[in-house]
């Protein structure tokens, strides 16, 4: 079975806090993504990536980056945590010849910045 | 105007029940349209994608109205199983490299 895989499925972090989160996927695919899920905002897009070491913003990227030095791998990292980044952190990918696939959902890391 | 709209809901319908969803998009060069499902706490799932034509997928049926650009999903014979958040989604560049999200419509299916 496909999967992705989030490093960690609850995170209790401190403001200022530098803070990794892990996404590895096993299907080969091109295009990597990390979103996070509020209520009454639904998904929205921090970073993406449709090649290794390539990266691209999202709609939200401030306080974000990220990085992918393997295909399989794209870390979302929250420079310095706040409280505001609270939030439900899900990754993604997709592959080029997928338009009729959609997206892979990794299961999510809940990141609460106390 | 919101890129993808849905009505959030929430739908309360008996097992058994037929309910429908509309979704509708903004950008007219949209090409690939999904629908996804969310349980509570959990990732969004696809559901199924969304063909030109209308397709079907055992008790869900999926339209594409080009025209109106608007989306549609038709859940037959409800379970209660069916219970979660269904999720429009809408890509506008042709690789699917990017995705437009609605914000999801609720439903819960009662025994």
């Known amino acids: 079975d496909v999967k992705v895989t989030q490093s960690s499925r609850y995170l209790v972090k401190r403001t200022g806090e530098k803070v990794f989160l892990e996404c590895v996927q096993d299907?080969?695919?091109?295009?990597m993504f990390w979103y996070r899920q509020d209520p009454g905002l639904g998904l929205r897009l921090i970073y993406f990536?449709?090649?290794?070491?390539?990266?691209e913003k999202g709609d939200i990227p401030e306080g974000y980056s990220v990085s992918r030095e393997k295909k399989e791998r794209f870390s979302l990292i929250l420079e310095s945590a706040s409280t505001n980044q609270t939030s439900m952190y899900l990754c993604?990918?997709?592959?080029?010849?997928?338009?009729?696939?959609?997206?892979?959902f990794g299961s999510g890391t809940r990141l609460t910045v106390v | 105007r919101k890129e993808v709209e849905q009505d959030p809901g929430p739908f309360n319908v008996p097992e058994g029940a037929t309910v429908a969803f509309n979704c509708t998009y903004s950008?007219?060069?949209?090409?690939?349209f999904f629908w996804y499902r969310q349980d509570c706490r959990k990732e969004p799932k696809l559901l199924m994608s969304?063909?030109?034509?209308?397709n079907e997928d055992g008790r869900f049926t999926a339209q594409l109205n080009r025209a109106s650009q608007y989306i549609s999903l038709l859940i037959r014979d409800s379970k209660l199983s069916d219970s979660a958040t269904y999720l429009c989604?809408?890509?506008?560049?042709?690789?699917?490299?990017?995705?437009?999200w609605g914000l999801g419509t609720s439903l819960a299916v009662n025994p």
């Open positions: 950008n007219s060069a949209s090409q690939s």
């Open positions: 993604a990918s997709s592959s080029w010849t997928g338009a009729r696939g959609g997206y892979t």
């Open positions: 990536s449709y090649d290794v070491k390539m990266k």
């Open positions: 299907m080969d695919h091109e295009n």
């Open positions: 969304v063909y030109s034509s209308g």
């Open positions: 989604v809408v890509s506008n560049a042709g690789n699917n490299r990017k995705l437009i």
